[in-house]
């Protein structure tokens, strides 16, 4: 499994950017996904995740990013989004992708904000919110 993320930029404080995550070489529909950030010297968050097609593509959030932020999945396209709208500077970030390829939706439900839960990462895009 490869995943590539594209769409970071720099924009101003709150604007949007859509960001895209691009996997090879799996069965993306089966798998669940989410998107982590990790911005200077802070550790890796959780922002948010997706279960895969066979559940039903329920999302879930982190707090702060809930009404803000939504994640969507193309299985057509084997490509999950992020659209990020009114960014604030403190989310200037690299964002992450990563797939989860056990397929149990109970225990990524459980585990989705751990980033042990998953196997695959991409490199990351950086997203910049200026003040």
């Known amino acids: 499994v490869q995943l590539v993320e594209s769409g970071g930029g720099l924009v101003q404080t709150g604007g949007s950017l859509r960001l895209s995550c691009l996997m090879s070489g799996g069965a993306f529909s089966r798998y669940d996904m989410a998107w982590f950030r990790q911005g200077p010297g802070k550790d890796r968050e959780f922002v948010g995740g997706?279960?895969?097609?066979?559940?039903?593509?329920?999302?879930t959030y982190q707090d702060s990013v809930q009404g803000r932020f939504t994640i969507t999945r193309d299985n057509a396209k084997n490509t999950m989004y992020l659209q990020m709208n009114n960014l604030r500077p403190e989310e200037t970030a690299a964002y992450y992708c990563a797939v989860d390829r056990l397929g149990d939706a109970d225990r990524w439900k459980q585990y989705a904000n751990n980033p042990t839960t998953y196997e695959d990462w991409g490199q990351g895009t950086q997203a910049t919110a200026s003040s």
């Open positions: 997706i279960l895969n097609d066979r559940i039903g593509p329920a999302t």
